[in-house]
């Protein structure tokens, strides 16, 4: 199965922040290649299962980068959250840490299901019993993505129900498509991102359709300072 993690308001709760160990995410035979007493674990910023609080949270869909897994940016997600929205990171394995771990994974493929199979799931959770039954509000969503999650965010802008999209040092195909007609953008870039994102930015501004806004971070590069 798909995992995916959600952060959202919630109550404050003691005790340390969760964590995720990314070398968990890795196939055993790629594991043992890791030097001894490597450790990639990642705060996740929150607690698991923590009580949630309010209701008629927009919901943020997010899109890991190329060779990545849905906690790269945890930080961000709960960052997200805290400002009350509701915000859903799948493992991408069509060109994620699946992609080098399994052979025969098809590369990029079905990644747009895979995103349509966490919205359908999150719309079973809103109808449901489950811990955010009633509190996502559905007609208020938004995708964004970083690197090739970018350009995924951008091309799944064109589902009829995404009102917005962010790209994040995004690259490849997604200025190209254009995204979704109409809607609106923000691009985020840094002004020494190794993979020359930037580049590509007159070519989505032109594409675009919507009100569009293009957000540089000076001195960032492509995943951080």
Known sequence: ???????????????????????????????????????????????????????????????????????????????????????????????GLSALSFPGVP??????????????????????????????DLDEIAVTGHSLGGALATLYSTRPFIRAYVPLASALVAPQAGGGAGKPAMWIRATTDQTHADALLPVAEAAATGPTAVVSIRGGGHVGP
Do not use: K, N
């Not at 055993?28 to 009580?51: E, F």
């Not at 966490?118 to 955010?132: H, I, K, N, P």
């Open 107 to 136: 590369f990029f493929g079905d990644s747009e299901a895979g995103m349509d199979e966490v919205v359908a799931r999150l719309r079973a959770e809103q109808s449901g019993t489950g811990l955010l039954a009633g509190r996502i």
């Open 1 to 95: 199965d798909r995992q995916v993690d959600v952060w959202y308001p919630a109550a404050p709760v003691d005790g340390p922040d969760a964590v995720d160990r990314a070398e968990d995410e890795f196939a055993p035979r790629l594991r043992a290649l890791l030097p001894a007493g490597l450790s990639l674990t990642v705060d996740l910023h929150g607690h698991r299962d923590a009580p949630p609080t309010g209701a008629d949270h927009p919901l943020v869909l997010f899109a890991h980068g190329i060779f990545s897994w849905r906690d790269q940016s945890a930080a961000l997600m709960a960052h997200l959250a805290s400002w009350g929205l509701v915000v859903a990171s799948p493992d991408l394995p069509e060109y």
